[in-house]
């Protein structure tokens, strides 16, 4: 018997090196969306179970409902990359520094920068401030995830005790740029770390695009999830259709939430005005456009597979499905087949749909000042709803060079060109790809180039102790929320959220989140 991880893998690695027998890939960077357990290898001891933060891993006898075939799956990864023992070099120690030494700022507090934060608070001395324009942690696991993956939004778990650790500043509610500047960062730190991601969404650059009821999915999935930008927001829910330009795993969270069933919706964290929004949705049908064929498509085997476990959803397959060839890897395979058991199945009557229609692009968004159609490569759909999920860029940083090209800021391991004691780390360092737990890496990667710029005494110099940023931020009239501010507006959210049986009830308005953070707006 073995041990088995299933859809909502995260990617962290927590578990890999707690395995005794070294049974768990692949390790480090890698084009997977998920980590596999070696079924011949495991012997069951659980420990990868216990470390898990996200609770994906499963004893193969009590796999949930709908994820028993990760049991074929994690053995298929093994069969295409049999098990070889881990030469990757472990971690350098890293020896402590003198208080004061090295005092690093972290901006943005999404899960790059808790990464990077955790990363360097594990060195003995380091002290490190964090920065984020919201007065709430945590970034996209907040405000991104879909509100049916609860279980994926408690790898915030393992950051808890970084943000209590005495060597941590937390400063919510300040925004670099606005707050304070580059410049001031560098005057009270001898590093700074941008882990600002990659908020902008890519165009289609296609007529129509600006017409109303064509949105960018991001801002959509921002407005289910209440994040304070996007919380005024209204989307046409009035149409029988919604068409999705783009098939990663974002347009798969936003089919579901449109098309799901309302009572399973409302037990989740979902924000209340979209909850009441969502209850008079008319949409029947979301089409999940694709340039490419479904083994190219950028979605995860994981929440692909999940979309055939919907109750009262069809999953329909638009169009003949290409034949894999013999370099096909593992995941575009799995593809492939769960895409052709998807045809195979009969379409249930009343039920809705979610239709992928692959090797099809947007020509032209067609309509008057509002959508209501869609020309693509291959014919035309009437819609009022286009939600476009092509990706992300990333945005200038004041102080920083910025390559408009790629969207990201020019870096080699994320030591930022030209930027003496500036670094990167998470998507505006390399783009946004990779899944939740990617970010490890990446600000491992980050981390160890700071530590050397350090140990090189590129970093030594003379700084402002802590007591002068206090006191600029009081004389700019900022107040920041700290770590013990935010556990009171997660705790309020909580309690609202008791008495319908949900997790949370967030807020939306900044103001009201100051207020319960601090008494006051």
Request: hydrophobic share 40%; glycine share 10%; charged share 25%.
């Amino acid at each position: 018997m073995a041990y088995v991880i299933t859809q909502n893998c995260c990617k962290d690695a927590s578990c890999v090196p707690v395995c005794p027998v070294d049974c768990i890939r692949p390790v480090g960077a890698s084009a997977a969306d998920m980590l596999y357990i070696d079924p011949e290898s495991c012997i069951d001891c659980g420990a990868c179970f216990d470390e898990c933060p996200v609770g994906a891993i499963h004893y193969e006898e009590d796999l949930p409902a709908g994820q028993e075939r990760f049991k074929d799956i994690n053995a298929a990864y093994f069969e295409r990359h049999p098990l070889e023992p881990d030469t990757s070099a472990p971690p350098a120690s890293r020896q402590g520094v003198t208080p004061g030494d090295l005092r690093v700022a972290v901006v943005g507090a999404g899960p790059a920068a808790c990464y990077a934060a955790a990363e360097l608070i594990a060195i003995d001395g380091v002290q490190v401030n964090l920065f984020e324009r919201l007065p709430t942690p945590f970034g996209l696991i907040r405000a991104g995830v879909a509100p049916d993956h609860q279980h994926t939004k408690a790898v915030v778990g393992i950051f808890e005790r970084v943000f209590a650790n005495p060597r941590f500043g937390c400063h919510l509610g300040v925004e670099i740029g606005r707050d304070l500047t580059h410049e001031d960062l560098l005057t009270h730190h001898h590093a700074v770390i941008y882990a600002v991601g990659a908020a902008t969404s890519r165009e289609l650059g296609v007529p129509g695009e600006d017409l109303r009821g064509s949105h960018p999915a991001a801002d959509f999935v921002g407005w289910y999830n209440g994040h304070p930008d996007h919380g005024n927001r209204t989307f046409d829910l009035g149409t029988e259709r919604a068409v999705i330009v783009g098939n990663g795993n974002v347009a798969l969270d936003v089919a579901r939430v449109l098309l799901m069933d309302q009572q399973a919706l409302g037990v989740t964290d979902i924000a209340e005005h979209a909850l009441d929004a969502l209850r008079d949705n008319r949409i029947r049908e979301v089409v999940i456009l694709g340039r490419r064929g479904v083994a190219d498509a950028a979605f995860s085997v994981g929440e692909f597979l999940a979309l055939g476990h919907l109750d009262g959803v069809d999953v329909i397959i638009d169009g003949p499905l290409e034949d894999p060839v013999d370099d096909t890897d593992l995941w575009a395979t799995l593809k492939l087949e769960i895409a052709r058991e998807y045809a195979q199945r009969p379409a249930t009557p009343g039920n809705k749909r979610i239709v992928f229609r692959f090797m099809s692009s947007p020509v032209e968004v067609v309509g008057d000042e509002k959508v209501h159609a869609l020309r693509v490569s291959d014919g035309e759909l009437s819609t009022g709803l286009v939600l476009r999920s092509i990706g992300y860029r990333g945005a200038p940083v004041d102080g920083l060079p910025f390559d408009e090209a790629t969207g990201v800021v020019p870096n080699v391991g994320g030591r930022v060109d030209g930027a003496p004691g500036s670094y990167v780390t998470g998507w505006i360092k390399r783009g946004p790809r990779g899944v939740i737990g990617t970010n490890r890496t990446c600000a491992e990667e980050t981390v160890a180039e700071l530590w050397r710029d350090h140990l090189d005494g590129v970093l030594r110099r003379p700084v402002a102790e802590p007591d002068e940023l206090r006191n600029l931020l009081e004389d700019r009239g900022v107040r920041a929320i700290d770590w013990s501010g935010w556990r009171a507006i997660d705790a309020a959210e909580r309690e609202r959220g008791t008495s319908l049986s949900r997790p949370r009830v967030k807020f939306i308005g900044i103001p009201e989140m100051r207020t319960a953070a601090l008494g006051a707006p």
